[in-house]
């Protein structure tokens, strides 16, 4: 089956920087993509990795290694607006979409 | 450019009652259309996806149903409304994959509470 795991929920503090994991295993990749989605609200695209390496947008950077099945999601100068839950999601072989649960990230002042 | 937009945002309806989501899209054409559920503290469920006018394909057997009656709108329909169906309802579109990375952009949601 077609699997993603990311933590359920983190916990940073206001002016840090956290780190999110997502692992997957798909059958066949055309790329990975973070969403951000705050209580309530709908998902927001954040990024898009389809190659190897880093991509860096502002305070927010994603690394994606295709061999290891394996990307993260870096947030840097933590805002207590950055308080939402980030969406890992994989295109498979046939550009079907597959969605992580979620990582639910707390800022604390 | 482009935007879309979905209704009701809000929406409580008794079991068995029927239900109608509404989603239109404007600024493209011919757009991948997507409904998605989230139930409380969990991840995305694709209902229903659809590459053209009259084209739906289902992800899930249940009491749902979809249609997409014009090329940038798409409708999310229930005759009986079940418990289960509560959750928060998303619309999203996109481009076709390879014309783009093919990111979706989402609508503002619909809650369904059903009693």
Request: glycine share 10%; proline share 4%; with cysteine.
């Amino acid at each position: 089956g077609q699997n993603i795991d990311q933590p359920t929920e983190m916990t940073a503090t206001e002016g840090a920087i956290v780190q999110i994991n997502c692992t997957y295993q798909t059958s066949g990749f055309n790329g990975l993509f973070w969403y951000q989605q705050h209580a309530g609200e709908a998902p927001t695209f954040l990024s898009y990795n389809v190659l190897d390496g880093l991509e860096e947008k502002g305070r927010f950077s994603s690394f994606l290694s295709r061999s290891k099945g394996y990307s993260y999601l870096l947030l840097k100068e933590l805002q207590m607006k950055d308080s939402a839950s980030y969406l890992c999601a994989v295109f498979d072989s046939n550009y079907q979409l597959i969605w992580g649960a979620g990582t639910k990230l707390i800022i604390k002042p | 450019s482009q935007t879309i937009h979905q209704w009701p945002a809000t929406l409580v309806q008794p079991v068995g009652s029927p239900l109608s989501l509404e989603c239109t899209v404007e600024g493209t054409s011919n757009p991948n259309l997507y409904w998605y559920r989230q139930a409380a503290g969990r991840g995305l469920q694709l209902l229903f996806y659809s590459v053209g006018i009259g084209q739906i394909s289902s992800e899930v057997p249940q009491n749902l149903s979809a249609s997409r009656p014009q090329d940038r709108q798409f409708i999310l329909s229930s005759k009986k409304l079940l418990l289960s169906d509560s959750g928060f309802y998303l619309c999203a579109w996109s481009v076709l994959p390879g014309h783009g990375t093919g990111e979706l952009f989402f609508g503002e949601g619909s809650r369904l509470t059903v009693l």
